[in-house]
């Protein structure tokens, strides 16, 4: 049975930092991509950044790129969000999501409906 299971969210002031960690079980993660999503309350749910499991490669949202990074730690297989500089529109809850990488596309990446594994979340609110 796959398990993701995200921790690290919390409460902090505007600039401050904190790391997200997604702890994967139940399966081998090799081809797979990892990826952040978040959503706030009363809007959709939306990509935050992603990172292919074999070679590396991250993609992030416009809104994230430079504050946030990704990582992976495969011997632990963990995943990493990095989160600097956060503003109060980066409260919301955040989700990491698993799917098999079989496209190698950014625009199959940030897509809710290209996941077929998904955490409980976890709470980040950032106040001003």
């Known amino acids: 049975q796959v398990q993701l299971v995200e921790s690290g969210g919390g409460s902090v002031q505007a600039g401050g930092s904190l790391r997200l960690s997604c702890a994967a079980s139940?399966?081998?993660?090799?081809?797979?991509?990892m990826t952040w999503f978040r959503q706030a309350p009363g809007k959709e749910r939306e990509f935050v950044a992603a990172?292919?499991?074999?070679?590396?490669?991250?993609y992030y949202a416009d809104s994230v790129k430079g504050r946030f990074s990704v990582s992976r730690d495969n011997a632990k297989n963990t995943v990493y969000l990095q989160m600097n500089s956060l503003k109060p529109e980066d409260t919301a809850v955040y989700y990491c999501?698993?799917?098999?990488?079989?496209?190698?596309?950014?625009?199959?990446?940030?897509?809710?409906?290209?996941?077929?594994?998904w955490g409980q979340g976890t709470q980040v609110t950032v106040s001003s």
């Open positions: 999501a698993a799917t098999y990488d079989m496209v190698a596309s950014y625009y199959y990446y940030v897509r809710v409906g290209s996941y077929d594994y």
């Open positions: 990172i292919r499991w074999s070679g590396g490669s991250t």
């Open positions: 139940g399966r081998t993660f090799s081809g797979y991509v």
